[in-house]
């Protein structure tokens, strides 16, 4: 069984501070990792994705993931916060065998004030 | 390319109505998915399809029903309608599951609610 924990409902930044929003999964074999958003009205769109290879993982719009796997981690982060970065922010693991769906956290409401 | 396209954008439903949620998509992805969103809840996957003529239930399945003639196309039924039910609805599809994981593509949701 594979689980998602999104630490902080809601993360409050200031335009330019650092974005870190905390992901921690539980999975019995090794995961694949996912961010994606969701913009106000809209659908989830993915940010980047981690399945193998290097660790960092660089997404679109600059944000960035780091898989840790003695922390079972995928915490993604952006340098620096720009008001349109205002969104909800979701973690996802699958398992990278065999046939799996996608299993979700709650999300993380991102606010960024000026 | 259209991507995944819903209908109806929103709906309000009177408790026992029946309905059905309409997805295309137009990637020719096999793979298709229906969730729910409900506030501060995560998304929860309803039913999944892995190609025509063949789908699987989620983790919420209870209260719909799916079917998949066409690679295209994925509808969600919902069968009596109960408050409950009242949420987001978005489908979604991908290249692949699991193995390979492709990216899912999502659709811009269904807003539903049940009075």
């Known amino acids: 069984a594979q689980s998602v924990t999104q630490l902080g409902s809601h993360v409050s930044v200031s335009e330019g501070a650092l974005v870190l929003l905390r992901c921690n999964y539980s999975?019995?074999?090794?995961?694949?990792l996912f961010w994606y958003v969701q913009y106000p009205n809209q659908g989830l769109q993915l940010l980047l994705k981690?399945?193998?290879?290097?660790?960092l993982v660089k997404g679109i719009n600059g944000f960035e993931a780091e898989f840790k796997k003695s922390e079972t981690s995928f915490h993604l982060t952006k340098p620096s916060a720009h008001m349109s970065d205002a969104a909800e922010y979701f973690c996802?693991?699958?398992?990278?065998?065999?046939?799996?769906?996608?299993?979700f956290g709650k999300g993380t409401m991102l606010l960024v004030s000026p | 390319n259209a991507g995944v396209t819903q209908t109806p954008k929103f709906r309000i439903l009177k408790i026992g109505q029946s309905m059905t949620l309409q997805c295309t998509q137009d990637m020719n992805h096999n793979y298709m998915y229906w969730y729910r969103q409900d506030p501060g809840m995560g998304l929860k996957l309803i039913y999944y399809?892995?190609?025509?003529?063949?789908?699987d239930k989620g983790e919420v399945p209870n209260g719909y029903n799916v079917s998949r003639s066409t690679t295209e196309d994925f509808p969600l039924r919902l069968e009596l309608a109960a408050p409950s039910q009242t949420s987001v609805y978005f489908c979604a599809s991908s290249y692949s599951m699991g193995q390979g994981a492709g990216e899912q593509f999502f659709g811009p949701g269904t807003r539903l609610t049940v009075l």
């Open positions: 981690y399945t193998t290879g290097a660790t």
């Open positions: 999975s019995s074999v090794p995961p694949y």
């Open positions: 996802a693991v699958t398992r990278n065998s065999g046939y799996s769906t996608l299993t």
């Open positions: 399809s892995v190609g025509a003529g063949i789908t």
